[in-house]
């Protein structure tokens, strides 16, 4: 693939965007997840994690990718390897979002790392991203975006990895083509990966569509939220993907609580029990 050094021109890239947490994005959130709420009203706490669903990237449908993402080197470097993927996220919560919110999302590129994998070369993007409501700062943000050259088949398979701790909560949750369908439609997603059945098993390599990474970190949070005492505030929490869940094929998630109440380890496991995600949370 040449050198990618020049790639790190991109660091220190701005965007800015704004969005609203509008009262018909929480009910059909609400609704993916399979919640039974009543209908939100303007000021309700919007629930932690919820927030990944806003500040879609918008554009015309001229300028997409052929994965369906839109194309490369205007915020986002323009990495010449064809796979990319999410790696992991750490947030810090300063405030709450509220129904009703105008929301602002001020971005940049922080940093950007050439690494060989056991499957070729690898481009790592790290993207700081502070969300503001009326009331001042509310979570302050970085994601690591991976990108990846083509599957090799000779490279040997992941090994699994064991789950970080002991369960004390669970819920086995089967992601069917509707619900993925549901959930990127909320986020205006148009990564073809979680959609497109041939494309998806042609051109990606995979056996199924795969699940959205932000679908099954919603659930672990819905598990947090209906095991922990209610009010208590998040300080913060981060995860890192480790494999890729597929539609069709049930997932757990899973918890287990600090004896001092103030942390929490979440995790994710695909129905071969090999570990997915991985998440550490801390509270106030």
Known sequence: MGDLEFLKKWIGQRESAVDYVTIPAVQRLAATLDRDDSMPSLGDPLPYGWHLIFFPRVVRHSQLGADGHPERGDFLPPVPLPRRMFAGRRLTYH????????????????????????SGQMVFVTLKMDISSPRGLAISEETDVVYRGEPDASTPPQLPQPAPGKVAWSKTITPDPVMLFRYVALGFVGHRIHYDYPYVTQKEGYQERVVPAGLHTMHMFELARAHLPAGLRYKSIGWRAVRALFAGRPFTVCGEPAANGK??????????NALALSATAEFL
């Open 263 to 272: 942390s929490v380890k979440l995790w994710v496991m695909n129905d071969q």
């Open 95 to 118: 405030d709450n979002l509220v129904v009703g919110d105008e929301v602002k999302r001020d971005s940049a590129i922080k940093d950007i790392s050439i690494k060989q994998g056991r």
